[in-house]
């Protein structure tokens, strides 16, 4: 179902790999996008893969800082939809470029 602030839906694919990985721990990370106003499953981490290969996987030039005002808007009340939709997370960590989510600085936000 669409949220008539962002005009995005959630699949409920989304819903369902999110808690095999809470509670069957069968990825190691997931990575998600929003494709034709809906957010959808991108990618799903492999129980061996590492930080190394979750950062790998992410678009380099998903959000950047030259993004218009709008798109930022749109990205921002989707997440928050989204983050409403996915039950238990616990640690958000917001980036626009790589420097600012190093591992030191999740495993800082995670304890």
Do not use: H, W
């Not at 990575?31 to 996987?57: H, M, R, W």
């Amino acid at each position: 179902m669409a949220n008539s602030a962002s005009g995005m839906a959630v699949k409920d694919d989304c819903k369902l790999k999110f808690l095999e990985l809470k509670a069957k721990r069968n990825y190691r990370f997931i990575i998600f996008k929003i494709e034709d106003q809906q957010v959808v499953v991108e990618k799903l981490g492999s129980p061996d893969e590492n930080y190394d290969d979750f950062t790998a996987s992410l678009p380099s030039d998903e959000s950047p800082d030259t993004s218009k005002v709008r798109m930022k808007m749109l990205y921002a009340s989707s997440k928050d939809r989204f983050k409403r939709e996915l039950d238990g997370i616990q640690v958000e960590l917001q980036a626009t470029d790589p420097s600012e989510m190093s591992f030191d600085i999740i495993k800082g936000r995670a304890l």
